[in-house]
């Protein structure tokens, strides 16, 4: 009788935490799951793959002590890859903890460069060096020539507040004004009002993204409301109406992008197993994620934690399902970002009514719609 195979541990470390039913988006695990057992029904994998979840309420809005004691607690687990954290301000912290740790590889899609390292992989839900690049493209295409800056006064507002200024001035866009803003839900009126007073061609945001929430009540409030852009935060109006409506008439910055037949097709086998499609960004980049971890893992020599950081630095040119067509993955030994070509991150717009997102435009102009 042939011994039972015991299945290889992936950690899934997620650190960000809403109210309400489902603390966490409902989609991931399923998306995870479905790539590993694709990989184990095609025989690609040798074993089973078991996820073992710890989420946690780390920073913005709790502790990234919650974060260090989840990731000690999957790394006990026997976890090969850890998936997580999600936000910058709990992966440039636990950097130090998982180079000190030596054992167990993650992959984040924290937008900082600074926490990359040895042990800490990048496929990052956008970039704090290239957001605003884009972003300040795009309302260079629009017109715009003047822009007030509203920044959240945090880690992470402070870093994209440093990567706008440049990318502003490379893009012919003068700064007319910065605000800080706090990073969580509060009233904007009085930083909104400061903006205007220079009356600048448009609005940008940037930050995690909380401190969006009121903007536009706040702008309807004192009768300036501006064209609108802001960085990967633009990604909550998937997360429900409400948020919908928070970005209503936005531009920013998504990795969901329609044409990616790649993903579109994972879209259509999620359907197909679960009964819905999720037509948004995070179950394609889970799938993404997931076939990296799933690839690493089917070809770590030997099967431990330093055997896959070496079978993930062998990952090359991987077709992406997230950003526009064309976008592929690697990594290397020298190379912890994990994204190749410039549009994993596209443009979208919320509809000034509020009711979904429509692609706008890449950092090569086109593809609007109005």
């Known amino acids: ?20 039913d489902a603390p966490y988006d409902q989609n991931i695990l399923p998306a995870l799951q479905l790539v590993a057992d694709e990989y184990l029904a095609a025989g690609v994998l ?9 989420a946690v309420q780390g920073l913005p809005n709790g502790s990234f002590r919650h974060v260090r004691d989840a990731f000690h607690e999957l790394v006990d687990e026997d976890a090969l890859v850890i998936f997580g954290p999600l936000v910058s301000e709990n992966g440039v912290a636990l950097r130090p903890y998982v180079e000190d740790c030596g054992q167990v590889p993650i992959i984040t899609m924290a937008a900082s ?24 493209t795009v309302a260079a295409l629009d017109g715009c020539r003047t822009v007030g800056v509203a920044f959240e006064d945090s880690l992470i507002g402070r870093e994209y507040l440093r990567t706008t ?3 502003c001035r490379d893009a012919g866009l003068t700064i007319t004004a910065e605000v800080a803003i706090p990073q969580v839900a509060a009233d904007q009126r009085t930083a909104m009002a400061t903006l205007a007073l220079d009356k600048p061609d448009a609005l940008m945001h940037v930050g995690f993204g909380l401190g969006i929430i009121g903007m536009n009540a706040a702008l309807e409030a004192i ?12 990604e909550f109006a998937a997360t429900s109406e409400w948020w919908c409506q928070q970005l209503a008439g936005w531009i920013g910055l998504d990795q969901y992008d329609e044409r990616n037949t790649i993903g579109q097709d994972f879209l259509d086998r999620f359907e197909r197993r679960y009964g819905h499609r999720p037509a948004y960004f995070f179950p394609l980049y889970a799938y993404d994620v997931g076939r990296l971890m799933m690839t690493a893992l089917a070809t770590a020599r030997p099967l431990t934690g330093v055997g896959v950081k070496d079978a993930l630095e062998r990952i090359k040119m991987m077709p992406a399902a997230t950003g526009a067509p064309g976008t592929r993955m690697r990594f290397g030994k020298y190379i912890r970002h994990g994204w190749m070509g410039s549009e994993f991150l596209v443009a979208r717009r919320v509809l000034p009514d509020g009711s979904r997102s429509v692609l706008y435009a890449t950092i090569d102009g086109y593809a609007r719609e109005k």
């Not at 290889?8 to 470390?13: H, I, P, T």
């Not at 009768?223 to 633009?234: C, E, I, K, L």
């Open 165 to 167: 200024r440049e990318a």
């Open 46 to 54: 040798e074993r089973p793959v078991e996820f073992v979840v710890r």
């Open 223 to 234: 009768g300036w409301m501006p064209p609108r852009y802001t960085t990967t935060a633009f």
């Open 113 to 136: 460069e600074t926490m990359l390292g040895e042990w800490v992989f990048g496929l990052p839900a956008g970039s704090m060096e290239e957001e605003p690049i884009i972003m300040a």
């Open 1 to 20: 009788m042939a011994a039972e195979v015991t299945p290889a541990r992936v950690g899934l470390l997620i650190d960000y935490l809403k109210d309400g």
